[in-house]
T-cell receptor, first 114, second 109 residues
Framework: DAGITQSPRHKVTETGTPVTLRCHQT?????MYWYRQDPGHGLRLIHY???????DKGEVSDGYSVSRSKTEDFLLTLESATSSQTSVYFC?????????????FGPGTRLTVL | KNEVEQSPQNLTAQEGEFITINCSYS?????LHWLQQHPGGGIVSLFM???GKKKHGRLIATINIQEKHSSLHITASHPRDSAVYIC???????????FGKGITLSVRP
């Protein structure tokens, strides 16, 4: 499972509240990604990080911010959650070494915004 | 037009059948992933390939870079193969993934 955990695994929140999702990895991978998965759209990239304090936007970044203050943690924040952000969120890491450039996914966080 | 197209959209097979799932893409890529997701489950990487063919157990993945096409084959299919199969292409210096919408496979006993 490439040592990836996500927390929380499930969250229900109300419109307008801030929400932070955490992705934690134990294998010191440089690249980390946040995706959302929605019916009819599949998986889409929100933000990614290529090192501590180095992040960039993906295709659906509006309404989201990220931070990476240490290698093992990549945080996704919804500053003011909206119902359109109800989704399943997956974090991924990109490997180096023998399985170079392959991405492995965390278990996902199911977020419901009421 | 989506950059990554998968076909067929949904697929039902009888246990034991040979199954082929296709993926076509329209951009230049450095590699292609095949991913599997069981209902309510996480996403598992089956293969990453940039040329030729790879085999793991009953699964075989092929890619034709010139034709921008990849196939995932399942031999001797089993009900536990029932899942969503997702194709994703790797592009750019930061290896971003662009995903197809996935194929829902149901294998009946």
């Amino acid at each position: 499972d490439a040592g990836i955990t996500q927390s929380p695994r499930h969250k229900v929140t109300e419109t307008g509240t801030p929400v932070t999702l955490r992705c934690h990895q134990t294998e010191n991978h440089r690249y980390m990604y946040w995706y959302r998965q929605d019916p009819g759209h599949g998986l889409r990239l929100i933000h990614y990080s290529y090192g501590v304090k180095d992040t960039d936007k993906g295709e659906v970044s509006d309404g989201y911010s990220v931070s990476r203050s240490k290698t093992e943690d990549f945080l996704l924040t919804l500053e003011s959650a909206t119902s359109s952000q109800t989704s399943v969120y997956f974090c991924a890491i990109r490997t180096q070494g023998a399985r170079y450039n392959e991405q492995f996914f965390g278990p996902g966080t199911r977020l419901t915004v009421l | 037009k989506n950059e990554v197209e998968q076909s067929p959209q949904n697929l039902t097979a009888q246990e034991g059948e040979f199954i082929t799932i296709n993926c076509s893409y329209s951009v230049g890529i450095s590699a292609l992933h095949w991913l599997q997701q069981h209902p309510g489950g996480g996403i598992v990487s089956l293969f990453m390939l940039s040329s030729g063919k790879k085999k793991h157990g009953r699964l075989i993945a092929t890619i034709n870079i010139q034709e921008k096409h990849s196939s995932l084959h399942i031999t001797a299919s089993h009900p536990r193969d029932s899942a969503v199969y997702i194709c994703a292409v790797v592009t750019g210096a930061n290896s971003k993934l662009t995903f197809g919408k996935g194929i829902t496979l149901s294998v009946r006993p």
